[in-house]
């Protein structure tokens, strides 16, 4: 398998990469599309800081329940940023459903899970907040001015992104694996942003090379990649893997653009 870059997370790590950079011809090619207007670059921009903020809030996180320096701050800040995410809409519904299969050590009696769900943001931001206060009382910190100064922010409510966005939230069972058969359109950029409630493994393979566009064992990514291509397809076609090596169901929330 050709790998085009492969990188290896550890786990509650977060994956940032620009899986292949852009050459300057890449660039250029990509830049001559149509010009957006005011409005869709308004968009255009709350839909990469919504991808963005997914792997944000995955490395705060990390930080906030770090064993050795836990940050309570971090976990209020990834609080506000899930309420920015809570309020904004537009995305579409990723309609292209996985392969569910159970890995190597799995039951062969366990049923194979892939319901589609919701992320539940108020209980995750209570979540956090409780954590917060616990953490920063063993430190001995007064936490409530900023948890007050975050509750009284302002969030635009019905952030509208630009449509091209579709995301998926969905439960995975315990050592059972998601397969993804995703088309992305030619030298046009692919956005591809993750984030779970706990460490998941993902892969993203470009199907007809066996590229590796990105691999890791994460809590959250963020990343994008140009397929370029010089045959006449109206397509390429990427797979994408999650898999939970644990032996407990947990959740995720994808996002493609």
């Known amino acids: 398998m050709r790998c085009a ?17 852009l050459g300057a011809a890449d660039k250029k090619e990509a830049e001559q599309t149509k010009q957006p207007t005011r409005e869709d670059e308004e968009k255009n921009r709350l839909a990469e800081e919504y991808m963005a903020n997914m792997a944000l809030v995955a490395r705060l996180k990390e930080l906030g329940y770090d064993k050795e320096n836990p940050s309570p701050e971090s ?28 890995e190597p050590g799995a039951s062969d009696e366990s049923p194979l899970v892939d319901t589609v769900g919701k992320m539940d943001y108020d209980k995750e931001i209570s979540d956090l ?58 030298n046009e950029l692919f956005y591809f942003a993750f984030r779970s409630l706990t460490p ?7 199907s007809r090379t066996d590229t590796v566009f990105a691999a890791g064992i994460v809590t959250g990514a963020n990343t994008s990649y140009f397929p370029r291509t010089q045959s006449p397809v109206d397509r390429v076609p990427f797979t994408i893997k999650i898999t939970n090596l644990t032996p407990y169901p947990t959740k995720y929330q994808m996002c493609i653009r």
Request: no cysteine.
């Open 5 to 21: 870059r492969y990188l290896a997370i550890g786990v509650l790590s977060v994956l940032f990469l620009a899986a292949i950079p």
């Open 75 to 102: 976990l209020v800040t990834a609080a506000f940023i899930l309420r920015k995410m809570q309020a904004t809409r537009g995305q579409k519904d990723l309609e292209v459903k996985p392969e569910a299969q159970r």
């Open 129 to 186: 907040l409780d954590d917060a206060r616990a953490r920063a009382a063993k430190k001995k910190v007064d936490l409530e001015p900023l948890i007050n100064e975050m509750k009284s922010r302002k969030v635009d409510q019905g952030r509208l992104v630009l449509g091209g966005l579709q995301q998926v939230v969905r439960s995975i069972g315990g050592r059972q694996t998601h397969t993804y058969h995703i088309n992305a359109r030619p």
């Open 200 to 206: 998941l493994q993902v892969t993203i393979v470009r």
